[in-house]
């Protein structure tokens, strides 16, 4: 009876309640005997599910443990040799026994093998004798029975800590894979702004080079940089928002929290940086062409400045000398006469060169205005000048008052001689500015100025005959002069007493004239071909941007109605945009070209253009902000693809989400307002107050940019449809693992996990610190809330 007793309390303790899958399962002896072909050396022990058995309540399956070797009777004995057990442990921890090695003929021996492995490595008392099993005709049915369902405790609870292990190594992959995300982000972000931060300064040297040759190189620089730097790293950047956005559609459909990148590397540090680099480059490129204009104004002010001076500096040599000569010392009142009659001469000479004077003044205070390099020299030679001119004046009113007061000892003078003085001294002057005026360098930007310039040279044609006649009254004073000589003998000096000018002085200068003329006529002309050249690249460049602006705004309303579409599926959104994507790509060909007639233009220094309102740089900027958009546009589709086949979302809810958005978007441009969000949320029956409405925002809006997203948009609607695994199931996974302490070990982290997920939660976790804790515990579960919630992970 105290056996029996003691039966029951094992079938109702240690085997009644083994279930597998579910299904309660009984042992017991007897049963119809199952194993499967193939086991090792005939023996292949296992629990086996048959139909109910006499004695045993409904509903409830028997397991029998087959206690015969292969091929034998289902009654017979079958435990004797020892092999069964030995097989019942291989089957399943396979490492413990080397089961070919086993001998049927060692019954004894495998017996205790059997005993002893299970003792040792599988914690399962030794509750059988061998040599009383083998030597006994028929083993005790239930001391085996009792025996074997220890095998199957302690089985059962290493599937257990296997599917346990497999959840934290699901869990940690995904964890891995966003975490090299996160690291690829933030390190082209670096890069991104690392080369804005070299770039600034280098844009922002506003420090003028001193020769025109110098400032062009700067201006090839700038050029080089827009074409062949710039470029790559716009293209650097789209795909950082890229990959950013991809990043937070995974987390988001992991269950992870947002991913919050360094200080100063958001999305939106790099947009303003980038708008900051765009602004120095404006004004980068504004003061080139500034600085190319001045010095082109500088250059030609200097080679204007230096040729009046050069014609000033010729006409004063020796007039020192001669203004301080005291020859009318020893004249005769005929030479006195005639000294100060050429003294008025040279009086009336001297005020003409005033304006000179003062336009070489003039000249020099304007290149000192315009910062001109070599400042010192111009004004060191035009002091000269002034100082000069100064002296000449005091010598010049001395002299004067030297001859008037011998003035009374001469009474008569050749009139003519003073007539020829008089009228030749301007006329001469007239030449003089004349012949500066045919070799003065000019500047123009357009046909209206050259033609200003023409028209100016024409009228000064028109004065040609009046001036040949005064040329030839004053040769006939001359040939008057002649005639009275030879008709009364009169014996006259080397020359004119009156003016160093001769009539051959006159002639030549005429003649000077006359062949200027035509010179400046062929320069003129040239001039305006060369101006008609840059009308010709004006109207082209005008005739590329004024279609290729309008394509651009096209092209960016197709996109944003393409997002917008809801007739479609988003694989024929994804497809619309790739085709859209694929034109930009074969339109590139035209902004080259663009490109191209620009370079034209700009080394033709042709700074403005009246046939567009389109330049070059707006151009570009449309032409990075359709890159962008397309490129922004495709990724989101796909987050939305991976959105809806990772939730489950049908083409229809799909459609119904975006007529929603589309509906509340007031302002049309593929993001909600709070207030429009507020307003969507309360026509679908959402009983909002302040603070649910700022709770839901926060999960929208993670970043706090005060608008929705179409995305985020959809994530809040199928917030609740996605499968995802929680911090407390990873909890409950690393407790299997640690057999239901409060910690885990370095061993059983090694031992139940793959290396590189062990040495990942090795490197990660903390230590243990509970009143329990043993030497190398670590804390499962901050490590667990860690990867669910803000952290370094």
Not at 495 to 505: E, F, M, V
Request: aromatic letters at 8%; proline letters at 3%.
């Amino acid at each position: 009876m105290t056996l029996g007793m003691i039966w029951t309390i094992i079938l109702r303790f240690a085997i009644q309640d083994i279930s597998v899958e579910g299904v309660q399962v009984a042992l017991c002896m007897g049963c119809t005997r199952v194993s499967e072909p193939g086991a090792a050396r005939g023996y292949k022990p296992m629990w086996v599910m048959v139909g109910g058995r006499k004695g045993l309540e409904p509903g409830v399956v028997c397991a029998h443990v087959c206690m015969c070797t292969w091929g034998s009777r289902v009654s017979s004995p079958s435990w004797k040799d020892g092999l069964a057990l030995c097989a019942l442990i291989h089957r399943h921890r396979p490492d413990l026994i080397d089961y070919a090695k086993l001998r049927k003929d060692d019954p004894i021996g495998n017996l205790n093998t059997a005993f002893e492995v299970a003792e040792k490595y599988l914690d399962i008392p030794k509750m059988l004798d061998a040599e009383d099993i083998v030597n006994t005709p028929k083993p005790d049915e239930k001391a085996i029975m009792t025996y074997v369902s220890c095998f199957y405790h302690a089985f059962a609870g290493a599937e257990q800590a296997e599917t346990a292990a497999n959840r934290i190594c699901k869990v940690l992959a995904v964890n891995q894979e966003n975490e090299k995300l996160m690291e690829e982000y933030e390190k082209l972000a670096s890069e991104l702004l690392e080369w804005i931060r070299r770039t600034i300064p280098w844009l922002e040297n506003r420090v003028a080079e001193k020769s025109m040759s110098a400032m062009r190189r700067k201006l090839e620089d700038f050029r080089d940089y827009r074409r062949v730097h710039k470029p790559p790293r716009v293209q650097e950047k789209c795909q950082l928002e890229i990959n950013f956005n991809t990043l937070q559609t995974k987390l988001r459909l992991s269950n992870r929290p947002a991913f919050m990148p360094s200080e100063g590397k958001m999305v939106s540090d790099i947009a303003n940086a980038w708008k900051g680099l765009e602004q120095v480059e404006k004004g980068y490129e504004e003061w080139l062409l500034t600085e190319i204009r001045r010095l082109e104004r500088l250059d030609h002010l200097a080679e204007k400045f230096k040729q009046k001076a050069t014609l000033h500096e010729t006409w004063t040599r020796g007039k020192e000398e001669a203004l301080t000569l005291r020859d009318y010392e020893a004249a005769s009142l005929y030479e006195v006469r005639a000294l100060l009659r050429r003294h008025e001469a040279f009086e009336s000479d001297l005020a003409a060169h005033q304006d000179r004077v003062e336009q070489i003044a003039a000249i020099a205070q304007e290149l000192n205005e315009l910062d001109y390099h070599d400042a010192a020299s111009v004004n060191s030679r035009c002091q000269a000048i002034c100082d000069q001119w100064d002296t000449l004046g005091t010598l010049t009113q001395k002299r004067r008052d030297a001859l008037e007061r011998v003035e009374k000892l001469l009474e008569t003078i050749d009139q003519l001689y003073l007539e020829f003085a008089k009228r030749a001294a301007p006329f001469n002057n007239w030449l003089d500015g004349a012949s500066e005026d045919l070799q003065d360098m000019f500047i123009v930007h357009s046909i209206e100025e050259i033609q200003t310039l023409i028209t100016a040279h024409e009228q000064f044609k028109a004065t040609l005959p009046e001036a040949d006649k005064e040329r030839a009254a004053i040769a006939g004073i001359q040939a008057e002069v002649q005639k009275i000589a030879q008709t009364y003998g009169i014996k006259l000096s080397a020359g004119n007493p009156y003016s160093a000018l001769s009539h051959l002085d006159i002639a030549s200068k005429w003649d000077t004239v006359k062949q200027l003329v035509p010179h400046r006529d062929q320069t003129l002309q040239e001039e305006l071909a060369r101006q008609q050249a840059n009308e010709r690249l004006r109207r082209q460049f005008a005739a590329q941007a004024n279609i290729i602006g309008p394509w651009i705004q096209t092209k960016m309303e197709e996109i944003g109605h393409v997002s917008a579409d809801i007739s479609g599926s988003l694989e024929d959104q994804m497809n619309h945009l790739k085709q859209h994507e694929q034109n930009i790509i074969n339109y590139k060909t035209n902004i080259d070209k663009l490109e191209g007639d620009h370079q034209l233009i700009q080394e033709a220094l042709v700074f403005d253009n009246k046939h567009t309102s389109y330049t070059m740089e707006h151009i570009r900027v449309g032409w990075e902000q359709l890159l962008t958009t397309i490129a922004r546009t495709i990724n989101e589709v796909e987050n939305q693809i991976l959105t809806r086949d990772a939730k489950g979302i049908s083409q229809e809810q799909m459609n119904e989400f975006r007529a929603s958005f589309n509906h509340f978007d007031r302002k049309r441009n593929g993001m909600m307002d709070p207030d429009d969000f507020r307003a969507c949320l309360i026509s679908m029956g959402y009983d909002l107050g302040e603070v649910e409405f700022a709770r839901i925002m926060t999960l929208v809006d993670p970043n706090n940019t005060g608008v929705v997203t179409f995305q985020a948009f959809i994530d809040f609607m199928t917030r609740e449809t996605a499968e995802t695994d929680t911090a407390e199931q990873v909890m409950a996974s690393f407790k299997i693992l640690a057999s239901d302490k409060n910690y885990i070990t370095v061993e059983e982290l090694r031992r139940e996990l793959p290396p590189e997920q062990a040495e990942y939660c090795i490197t990660r976790m903390t230590k243990y610190v509970g009143a329990d804790s043993v030497s190398g515990a670590l804390d499962y579960v901050s490590f667990s809330n860690a990867l669910y919630g803000e952290s370094d992970l």
